[in-house]
Structure formats: C-alpha cells, structure tokens
C-alpha cells in the first residue's frame, strides 16, 4: 500500500512538467502604483479576451525584470491558477508592490486550438533568417492575430529549432524570429519557418462588413474605431481580435507604399496626407474590416 501511494505521488509531480509546453504569453495589465498590483484572472479575462484558457491548471509570477516573485520577499493574495496574481501595497512590509506580471500554464488543448499556417518569408542568404512578426504583418496582412500566445518554428524540412543547435536572436511570440548568420560559428543559419498560436476565437471568428466613413478630402483618411462605433453601433465587437486594410478597389494597405498613422485592431485606422512621401500628394481612400469573436457573430 505504501508503495502504491509513493508511486502515485511522483505520477502527481511529473505531470505539470509533462503538460507544461501549453504556457500562456506574460501579461502585465497593472502596476502597483494605485492599490498594488492586479494581475486577476477576471481582469485578464476582460482585457485580452481568448488568451487565457477557461481552467488554467498553474500560473508563474515574476517581476516584470524577470526576478520570480518567490525571490522578492513580497506577500502575494491571491496568487493561484484560478483566481490569479495580486500583490497590495498596504500588505506588504516595507514599501509598495514591484511590478510583477504572470503566465499561466493551461491544458494542452488549448494550445494546439488555433494556429496560423506556416510562415517563410526570408532566407539565410543576407544576414540571416529573418521571420519577425512586424515584416509579417506586412507581407501578410491579416492572418496573425493581433497577440498570439505562442510561435513554433522549424526548419523547412521539419527540423524542430531547439534540434538544430543554432542560436537565436529573436524567439518570442510577440516579435517572432530571427536567426543570425554571425551568431552561428562558421556554419549561417538553416532556413526556418514560422507559425503562431492565437487565441482559439481568432480561426472561428467572424469578419465585419467593410466599413469606409471618410475619405483623404481632409487632412487624411481617418477609419478610427471609435469613429466606427459611433457611426455604425453594434456592428462591431468589444474587442477585434484583428484588421483588414484595402483600398475601396481592393489593394491591401501593406501594398501600397503609404505610411499609416494607426493601424491596429484596437484602434482602428488613420492614413495623414501630410506623412506621405513628396511627390505623392494624398492618401488614398481605404475601408476596414475587423474579426471579432465567434460569440460576436
Ligand atoms: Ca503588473
Ligand atoms: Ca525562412
Ligand atoms: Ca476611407
């Protein structure tokens, strides 16, 4: 009987390190400087809806320069997978709460829910592979999501990274990827594709009709969201999980050469007549499209 229950015990410790590759972005929606600082799961809930599973099964708490909040001396209430992190200032011994933020380690369902396709706009042949999210926005507009909870990257024959041996500049979720040809010893960087996880709503999400409100007449051609909802209510949703720029005949903004003030999903869009290149007078005339979750619908 005492070997059966040790055995379990040890079932019960390897299993989180077992599940533990579902891990959720960090999130940092607070900081200490009111109360202390709120990092609930209800407030994450609110604040970037999707990206937190329904059951986390851990959380991981450090300050927001990387010190793990077991190592700052500070008294945390709560700070467990279902309810979240909270440090208050007045419960502490000296001082006010650091900075922390939080990731949460969810079921492996959850990971594997959504992902984009693969990625591989660049080679090795210049300065290395360079797979960095911000030049894939560009390139393909609209299909990552505005913050995805977690990338993957191989190399084109299939090749895992972490079996390659190679040193990476740029690993992350919200920046991408980048290998450095100089980083590696005498060998260059293999060619690596990419891939993102995204809250599961951003593949079953539902599209926005076009909208176009103004035209470049003015100072500019300004889409801006909150002009949007005030124009068209109830057409879209709390909180768009992305955004489709083009032009009224169809040409994605990405293409167009033109410089654009605002152009995310949170904000909206804003074209500036005045910070385009010389030469090319005005804005052109662009409509919006957002993706909203599946419940939205
Ligand atoms: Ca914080
Ligand atoms: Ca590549
Ligand atoms: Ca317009």
Same mark, same amino acid.
């Given at each position: ?113 959504? =992902? &984009? /396709? %693969?990625?591989? @706009? *660049?080679? #090795?042949?210049?300065? !290395?592979? +360079?797979?960095?999210?911000? $030049? ?70 539902? =599209? &926005? /009709? %076009?909208?176009? @409100? *103004?035209? #470049?007449?003015?100072? !500019?051609? +300004?889409?801006?969201?909150? $002009? ?70």
């Amino acid at each position: 009987m005492m070997k059966l229950q040790s055995s379990l015990f040890v079932i019960l410790l390897v299993l989180p390190t077992s599940v533990s590759s579902c891990v959720t972005r960090w999130f940092d929606r607070d900081d200490p400087s009111g109360v202390g600082d709120f990092e609930t799961t209800v407030d994450l809930r609110k604040e970037y809806p999707g990206q937190l599973c329904p059951h986390p099964i851990g959380i991981e708490a450090q300050t927001v320069d990387g010190t793990p909040a077991a190592n700052t001396g500070q008294t945390f209430n709560p700070f467990n997978a279902v309810e979240g992190f909270a440090c208050v200032n007045a419960a502490q011994k000296t001082g006010s709460c650091r900075d922390y933020r939080v990731r949460f380690i969810c079921p492996p369902e959850f990971c594997a829910g959504c =992902t &984009t /396709r %693969w990625f591989d @706009r *660049d080679d #090795p042949s210049g300065k !290395g592979d +360079y797979e960095l999210i911000v $030049d894939l926005r560009k390139e393909y507009p609209n299909e990552i999501c505005t913050e995805p909870v977690a990338i993957t990257v191989q190399t084109l024959d299939g090749t895992p990274s972490s079996q390659t041996g190679q040193t990476f500049a740029v690993f992350s979720a919200a920046e991408g990827f980048a290998c450095v040809n100089a980083e590696q010893g005498r060998r260059s960087c293999r060619d690596y594709r990419v891939r993102f996880t995204c809250p599961p709503e951003f593949c079953s999400g539902c =599209t &926005t /009709r %076009w909208f176009d @409100r *103004d035209d #470049p007449s003015g100072k !500019g051609d +300004y889409e801006l969201i909150v $002009d949007l909802r005030k124009e068209y209510p109830n057409e879209i949703c709390d909180n768009p999980l992305a955004i489709s720029v083009q032009t009224l005949d169809g040409t994605p903004a990405s293409q167009t050469g033109q410089t654009f003030a605002v152009f995310s999903a949170a904000e909206g869009f804003a074209c500036v007549n005045q910070e385009q290149t010389p030469g090319r007078k005005s804005c052109l005339d662009y409509k919006v499209q957002f993706t909203c979750p599946k419940s939205f619908c």
